[in-house]
């Protein structure tokens, strides 16, 4: 089971740009390593990442295999309303993992 | 016989250790004679690095201009498999003038695509940071993509000393 760790600020004020930083625990099996008898292992890699703040999508993400295990992403949205912002990872073998988290803007 | 009283030596887990040292390299021998595919002919059969065909597909007939973009990766990296890489993109991210995306792209990794990071006016600014794989010494180009159509870009070099990707276990 995947467990992702989120820093987003507590509260904000109404228009500041807010600094969100995103980390998961994955893998991020490339698809071009090989095992010690040359069978090659096969892609398991996280291959997109959305994130919306109440329902409204800020900033969507496509992974390649050239992200490094266990990935990371910081980004920016503008604080506009209280509520909720949301983040999903999908990828390979059915892979999909939310987490959330809740911002009060004065 | 005697029965042989146990030498330290021989219950020293250092001399253990450094037997099955010998086991596993001569094990590890075994199996690399035994298998011809090697790392490089593994590379051979990989189709090879297409970035300019990919970033050709992506921007179409539009010119790539330089500039407006900050590409932040170190010059000088130990290790391939977790090279920090931030993109910012001088924009003034309103409804009428925004970065609608920014894709990162290296030349020499299996695979040129890296990162395609779709943003809009709701994020304020328009920077990423995160860490990526690098197979070898090579040139990371960031791309983005504006509102108005247009495509502003910057790459540096990277010298790895470490590669990743294509190690084996």
């Known amino acids: 089971m ?7 600020p507590k509260t904000a ?3 500041d740009v807010i600094d969100i930083r995103t980390l998961i625990s994955h893998t991020m099996e490339t698809g071009y ?3 010690y008898l040359g069978k090659t292992l096969p892609r398991d890699i996280i291959t997109g990442f959305t994130c919306t703040y109440n329902g409204a999508e800020v900033c969507r993400a496509v992974f390649h295999p050239a992200i490094s295990a266990n990935p990371y992403l910081a980004f920016s949205v503008v604080a506009a309303d209280s509520g909720t912002l949301q983040f999903t990872w999908t990828g390979d073998n059915g892979f999909t993992f939310t987490e959330s988290a809740t911002i009060t803007v004065a | 016989m005697r029965r042989r009283k146990p030498r330290s ?3 020293d887990p250092r001399s253990c250790n450094k037997r099955r040292r010998f086991l596993a390299t001569a094990g590890g021998l075994a199996v690399a004679a035994a298998l011809p595919s090697t790392a490089t002919a593994q590379m051979n059969r990989m189709p090879p690095n297409n970035m300019p065909e990919v970033i050709r597909r992506l921007v179409g007939t539009a010119k790539v201009n330089t500039g407006r973009v900050k590409l932040g990766v170190p010059p000088l990296v130990e290790n391939g498999h977790l090279v920090p890489l931030t993109v910012t993109v ?7 003038d925004h970065v609608k ?6 030349d020499k990794n299996p695979l040129p695509e890296v990162i395609s990071f779709y943003v809009g006016p709701r994020a304020g600014r328009a920077s990423l ?3 990526v794989r690098l197979a070898d010494t090579e040139t990371v180009v960031a791309i983005a993509q504006m509102s108005d159509g247009s495509f502003w870009s910057e790459r540096q070099n990277v010298v790895v000393t470490t590669a990743a990707c294509l190690e084996e276990l």
């Open chain 1, 2 to 8: 995947a467990v992702a760790r989120i820093d987003v």
């Open chain 1, 13 to 15: 004020r109404r228009g």
């Open chain 1, 33 to 35: 390593r090989r095992d």
């Open chain 2, 9 to 11: 030596s021989v219950l």
């Open chain 2, 90 to 96: 001088e924009s003034p991210m309103t409804e009428a």
């Open chain 2, 101 to 106: 995306a920014i894709h990162v792209f290296t």
């Open chain 2, 129 to 131: 940071s995160t860490r």
